[in-house]
């Protein structure tokens, strides 16, 4: 069974600060998607970016921007231009698409963004 | 926008009591899923379903059953609620197949209390 291991239980930046979040996964397939979900204090839980594993390139969706590196099997996410609303837990998530797409989290990252 | 509906966003219930969770999406979506949420542990899988009628466990499907009598609609059930179910339980959902922008659309969870 795939694990994802998120490291950092808490984190803070500086509001304008860029912070990286790491995520390890350990898994056997050559195939898969990896997901960052943030989860504001309302618990609605928001995609911030998708990666596919069969893509080198990293995946960049405004401030967010992620760091792949297959072979380590790490996944970290940055945030550049750390804004308030930024304040969230932060789940990295795997999902394999040959097992009816089941997605599996890590323990999540808390970041507290400081004005 | 893809909506999923949790009926409750507070519970609270006695041991032993018959507990039910309801989750509904208007998306036409064949997968969906009950996680529960508990600090330190992220999102765990309790069971998901891939078609009406069909269910399969998760990692922790123990003291739960599920229901999917319709497509857009996936109940969680405990039979006897115990103390160690006071949890966030969030319900997801998602297309099946490959190449089909997999990701899993979030409701708003249930937090439970078993008193």
């Known amino acids: 069974a795939q694990t994802v291991t998120q490291s950092q239980p808490e984190m803070s930046v500086q509001e304008a600060e860029t912070v990286t979040l790491s995520c390890t996964y350990d898994t056997s397939e050559s195939n898969y998607y990896l997901f960052w979900y943030k989860q504001p204090p309302s618990r609605q839980m928001i995609l911030v970016i998708r990666q596919e594993a069969y893509k080198q390139q990293n995946a960049t969706e405004n401030r967010f921007s992620v760091n792949f590196q297959k072979a380590a099997k790490s996944f970290s996410l940055k945030i550049s231009d750390s804004q308030l609303g930024d304040t969230a837990m932060y789940f990295c998530?795997?999902?394999?698409?040959?097992?009816?797409?089941?997605?599996?989290f890590g323990a999540g990252t808390r970041l507290t963004v400081k004005p | 926008d893809v909506k999923v509906t949790q009926s409750s966003r507070y519970l609270v219930k006695r041991t032993g009591e018959k507990v039910f969770l309801e989750c509904v999406q208007d998306?036409?979506?064949?997968?969906m899923f009950w996680y529960r949420q508990d600090p330190g542990l992220g999102l765990r899988l309790i069971y998901f379903s891939y078609d009406v009628k069909m269910k399969e466990k998760g990692d922790i499907p123990e003291g739960y059953s599920v229901s999917r009598e319709k497509k857009e609609r996936f109940s969680l059930i405990l039979e006897s609620a115990s103390t160690n179910q006071t949890s966030m339980y969030l319900c997801?959902?998602?297309?099946?197949?490959?190449?089909?922008?997999?990701?899993?659309?979030f409701g708003s969870g249930t937090q439970l209390s078993v008193l």
């Open positions: 998530a795997f999902m394999n698409p040959h097992d009816n797409n089941d997605m599996r």
């Open positions: 998306m036409d979506h064949e997968n």
């Open positions: 997801a959902s998602s297309f099946a197949g490959r190449g089909t922008n997999e990701k899993l659309f």
